[in-house]
């Protein structure tokens, strides 16, 4: 089975950046790719996807700070996080949705923002 490999995840202060890297060890074909994060305490939910069709999905709470965007060619995911704030910080995980077949997820990444 194809496995996820995440990078980019650390320590930065308020009003910072980071841009998050997924990538797929296997060529597979993929209809979408997606970020999730999980705050301490809290489930985890979407932050941004994209699909095959140039589709993003953006959370509300990261709209206009955050950019999602793919190559394709490496199957690779990144997540660019601009305007970085305390509310942000969670363990990031990268989901994977193949054309066929099950969904599958990355160890994630823990993203901390701290002064």
């Known amino acids: 089975q194809a496995q996820i490999v995440e990078s980019g995840g650390g320590l930065v202060q308020p009003g910072g950046s980071l841009r998050l890297s997924c990538s797929v060890s296997e060529s597979i074909s993929i209809f979408a790719m997606a970020w999730y994060r999980q705050g301490p305490g809290k489930p985890r939910d979407l932050v941004a996807s994209?699909?095959?069709?140039?589709?993003?999905v953006y959370t509300p709470s990261v709209k206009g700070r955050f950019t999602i965007a793919r190559d394709s060619g490496k199957n690779t995911v990144y997540l660019q996080m601009n305007s970085l704030t305390p509310e942000d910080t969670a363990v990031y995980y990268c989901?994977?949705?193949?054309?066929?077949?099950?969904?599958?997820w990355g160890q994630g990444t823990q993203v901390t923002v701290s002064a």
């Open positions: 994209l699909n095959s069709f140039g589709t993003k």
């Open positions: 989901n994977v949705r193949p054309n066929s077949g099950s969904d599958f």
